[in-house]
C-alpha cells in the first residue's frame, strides 16, 4: 500500500466519528423534520399525512414573512457588521496597533459568556428607567433622546442587531487574523519597493488573498444568523407584537407552545431552504465581483 493511500485512509478513519455524529444529530434530522413537515401532528399518536398544507399555510402567514423580514435585518447586520468591523479590526491588529489589549478585551469578551447572558446585559443596558443607555443621554442632556428601546416596534430589531454584532466579531476575527498571518511578507514587501501604497496593496494583495476567508465568514454569517434564537427570546421573546420574531422564534412558538409539530417541522425545513437560497446567492454574487 502507498504511504499516500495509508495517509487517506487514516485521515478518514479519524473523520469517522465525527462525520458519523454530524450525520445522526444534524443530517438525519433535517430529512426527518422534512418528513413531519407533510404530517399533521401534535407530538404523540398518529401523524396524519395532509400534503404540502403546512408549507402553504406557513408562506401565507404574515407572521411568518415578518419574521423572515426581521431575520433579514439580522443577516444585513451580521455580513456588513461582524464581518467588516472583523476584517477591520484583524487588520488593524496585525499591524501592531497601541490599542490591542482593549481591542481583544471587548471583542474576545462575549466569546467566554453564553449568549443567554449577554442577552440579560443588554436587556439591562436597554431597560427605560434604569437603564445604562437612557442613563447615559439623561447625563449628556439629551432628554429627548430616551426611548424604551425593546418596546417600541419601530427601532426594537435595530437595537437588538447591536449586541447581535457585538456578540459574533470575535470568532471571525480569529479566521482573519489567520488569514493574514498566512500571507507572505515577502509580497508585501515587493509591493512597496515597487511603489505600491498601503491602500493598493490592501485591495490588490491583501484582500483578493483572504478572499476565501471572507466567502467563508459571510456563509457563517448567513447560516447563524437564520438560526438566531437564544439572545432575541431572553431579549423580548419576539415581541412588542411580533417586531422582534423571527423564524426560529417562530418554529419554537407554533412548535412547543400551541403543539404543531408537523408545522413547526415545516417551518424549520423552509428555514434550511431559505439558508441554502442566501448562502448560494451570496457566494454567486462574491465570485463575479471577484473576478
Known amino acids: 500500500m502507498r504511504i499516500g493511500t495509508a495517509r487517506k485512509l487514516f485521515v478518514g478513519f479519524g473523520l469517522l466519528p ?22 399533521d401532528w401534535k407530538g404523540m399518536g398518529e401523524a396524519r399525512f395532509i400534503g404540502l398544507d403546512n408549507y ?12 423572515l423580514g426581521n431575520n433579514l435585518i439580522v443577516v444585513a447586520a451580521s455580513v456588513f457588521g461582524q464581518v467588516p468591523l472583523a476584517l477591520l479590526l484583524a487588520l488593524l491588529l496585525s499591524q501592531g496597533t497601541w490599542f490591542q489589549r482593549f481591542v481583544r478585551a471587548s471583542v474576545f469578551m462575549p466569546m467566554v459568556l453564553s ?9 439591562y443596558i436597554y431597560q427605560p428607567q434604569i437603564g445604562l443607555l437612557n442613563g447615559l443621554l439623561s447625563f449628556v442632556g439629551l432628554e429627548d433622546w430616551k426611548r424604551a428601546w425593546l418596546s417600541d416596534p419601530s427601532i ?6 447591536i ?3 457585538w456578540n459574533f466579531i470575535g470568532p471571525y476575527l480569529i479566521m482573519f487574523l489567520a488569514a493574514l498571518s498566512s500571507i507572505p511578507n515577502e509580497i508585501n514587501d515587493a ?25 467563508v465568514a459571510v456563509v457563517l454569517c448567513i447560516s447563524g444568523s437564520l ?14 407584537a411580533h417586531a422582534t420574531e423571527l423564524l426560529a422564534s417562530y418554529m419554537y412558538n407554533s412548535t412547543f407552545n400551541v403543539y404543531r409539530y408537523g408545522y413547526g417541522s415545516a417551518v424549520s425545513t423552509l428555514i434550511v ?16 465581483n471577484n473576478q
Open 18 to 39: 465525527s462525520v458519523l455524529l454530524y450525520a445522526v444529530f444534524v443530517i438525519v434530522p433535517v430529512f426527518w423534520s422534512a418528513y413531519y413537515g407533510f404530517m
Open 56 to 67: 402553504v399555510e406557513a408562506l401565507s402567514h404574515d407572521i411568518f414573512w415578518q419574521s
Open 115 to 123: 449568549s443567554v447572558v449577554i442577552g440579560i446585559i443588554w436587556s
Open 156 to 161: 426594537a430589531m435595530w437595537m437588538i442587531a
Open 163 to 165: 449586541p447581535i454584532i
Open 191 to 215: 509591493a512597496a519597493i515597487d511603489g505600491a501604497t498601503r491602500t493598493r496593496r490592501l485591495f490588490s494583495i491583501t484582500l483578493p488573498m483572504i478572499w476565501d476567508t471572507i466567502k
Open 227 to 240: 438560526k438566531a434564537f437564544d439572545l432575541i427570546y431572553v431579549m423580548t421573546k419576539g415581541g412588542p
Open 273 to 288: 431552504i431559505i439558508s441554502l437560497i442566501l448562502i448560494a446567492g451570496s457566494q454567486l454574487l462574491m465570485r463575479r
